[in-house]
């Protein structure tokens, strides 16, 4: 596609729900990271894919997060039993190749997750 | 650890005016250094980019210098637009590392005409 497509764009959950996101990166892109961006604070990164090999997940905040990528293209970021601080924008981002050091990343517009 | 540190915001300007965001950054090694910037409803855009000390990345008007001496990325634009309004964000990326970004906490700039 043209670009890095995320959704839902809004997600109201119950605490307690599971919820699962979406992303689906730029054709082709190799490497995909997902970062969580609480109101008014830069985003921090959750975790990091290179095709279908999740290298690093340094950043998921406990084991109620998981993210998944099984066919190197679209991504799921599941969320078991949310909590109020879960709620934030959580964002996705790809780029072209594996050799990210100095390469552009794309990021889509977020899911915003609401818990209540 | 890496960490960025940005100026508070919100920077509210006038048009034409000169604008200055302050970034410095704890960092081991020789990382990268980024500016993004998000606009209303829009998602994360890289405005610009400096791989090493004394690089000057630039685009749409806007600079940053990679001072390794001040550990600074200040981002500066000679006169502001209306259209410049927006959330900007330094960034950097450690060497040697699987290429995660480690972002400052957002400057919201708003110009008025």
């Known amino acids: 596609g043209a670009g890095v497509s995320q959704s839902p764009r809004y997600k109201v959950a119950k605490r307690g729900q599971d919820v699962a996101l979406r992303c689906d990166p730029i054709?082709?892109?190799?490497?995909l990271f997902w970062y969580q961006q609480a109101l008014g604070q830069g985003p921090e990164f959750l975790t990091y894919?290179?095709?279908?090999?999740?290298?690093?997940k340094s950043g998921l905040p406990s084991d109620r997060f998981f993210a998944e990528r099984p066919e190197g293209s679209v991504s799921t970021l599941k969320i078991q039993r949310t909590q109020q601080e879960d709620s934030a924008v959580y964002l996705c981002?790809?780029?072209?190749?594996?050799?990210?050091?100095?390469?552009?990343?794309?990021f889509g517009s977020g899911t915003q997750l609401s818990v209540l | 650890g890496n960490s960025v540190t940005q100026m508070e915001g919100p920077v509210t300007l006038s048009e034409e005016a000169f604008l200055t965001i302050n970034c410095t950054y704890t960092?081991?090694?020789?990382?990268?250094l980024f500016w993004y910037v998000q606009y209303p409803g829009e998602g994360l855009q890289l405005l610009l980019k400096?791989?090493?000390?004394?690089d000057k990345g630039s685009n749409k008007g806007f600079e940053a210098t990679y001072r390794k001496e001040t550990t600074s990325f200040h981002l500066e634009k000679g006169s502001v637009q209306v259209s410049d309004s927006a959330v900007y964000f330094c960034?950097?990326?450690?060497?040697?590392?699987?290429?995660?970004?480690?972002f400052g906490q957002g400057t919201t700039l708003q110009v008025k005409p």
């Open positions: 960092a081991t090694g020789y990382p990268s």
């Open positions: 960034a950097l990326r450690g060497s040697g590392n699987t290429g995660k970004l480690i």
């Open positions: 981002a790809s780029s072209k190749t594996e050799t990210v050091t100095n390469e552009k990343l794309f």
């Open positions: 400096a791989t090493k000390a004394d």
């Open positions: 894919f290179q095709n279908e090999a999740q290298l690093d």
């Open positions: 054709s082709g892109h190799v490497s």
